[in-house]
């Protein structure tokens, strides 16, 4: 079955590092690829989206995310981090057996030490 | 409105009792999808709407839920006689295409609290 991983639960980074977030899906296909971000009490925001094409997406707020079909892998990246980045990150899996459902991770939330 | 609406933003139910969450997406698009969010875990797909059509239901736990699009914008997720099991923020999204496939709009969910 078409899963996603995300392995870091938590994360703490000091502001101004840098930031890798890891995602490792399952699937037969190449997929359509996401991160969303939460804050609290708020719902989901888009950061970034892979269909096809260039391997490295750029995404909104600085983010960006590398498709390495190798790896099963779509980790997201920042080269540095603000502490308004603190947060909850989900990576998502679309396009799952001719369905319309995204399949998401457990999420890795983002703690920034000021 | 300028982005997708939940209502309740909460609502405690005790266990047994129906509820109805409404999610008013954005005008005009055509997809709307319904989420659970357990505590501590990411979105599970629930259903899928295209227009008033729903096309996939298969993330529906159980026949206690139910959810409608009569005509094609507010949606309204029903669950009936609900469980302890069923706590969890329920979150919506709409989207101005067919499918998940371009940018997706949340909702801020309901969070629902079954005692």
């Known amino acids: 079955a078409q899963s996603v991983t995300q392995p870091d639960i938590h994360i703490t980074v000091s502001e101004g590092a840098s930031l890798e977030l890891r995602c490792n899906y399952s699937y037969g296909a190449t997929p359509y690829l996401f991160w969303y971000v939460q804050s609290p009490g708020q719902g989901l925001q888009l950061l970034l989206k892979?269909?096809?094409?260039?391997?490295l997406v750029q995404g909104i707020k600085g983010f960006e995310a590398e498709f390495k079909r190798s790896q099963s892998s779509f980790n997201l990246r920042k080269p540095s981090v603000h502490w308004s980045d603190a947060a909850e990150y989900f990576c998502a899996v679309g396009r799952v057996s001719g369905t319309y459902k995204y399949i998401f991770g457990t999420g890795t939330r983002l703690k920034v030490l000021a | 409105g300028a982005g997708v609406s939940q209502s309740p933003r909460y609502k405690v139910a005790k266990r047994g009792q129906d509820v109805a969450l409404r999610c008013d997406p954005i005008?005009?698009?055509?997809?709307l999808f319904w989420y659970q969010q357990a505590l501590g875990q990411g979105p599970e797909f629930l259903t899928y709407?295209?227009?008033?059509?729903?096309?996939?239901k298969s993330g529906l736990p159980s026949d206690r839920f139910f959810a409608e699009r009569p005509e094609g914008s507010v949606s309204t997720l029903k669950i009936q006689r609900t469980q302890q099991e069923d706590s969890a923020v329920y979150l919506c999204?709409?989207?101005?295409?067919?499918?998940?496939?371009?940018?997706?709009?949340f909702g801020q969910g309901t969070r629902l609290t079954v005692v």
């Open positions: 892979y269909f096809s094409g260039d391997t």
């Open positions: 005008s005009g698009h055509v997809s």
């Open positions: 999204a709409s989207s101005p295409l067919v499918g998940m496939n371009t940018e997706a709009f």
């Open positions: 709407f295209q227009n008033e059509a729903q096309l996939d």
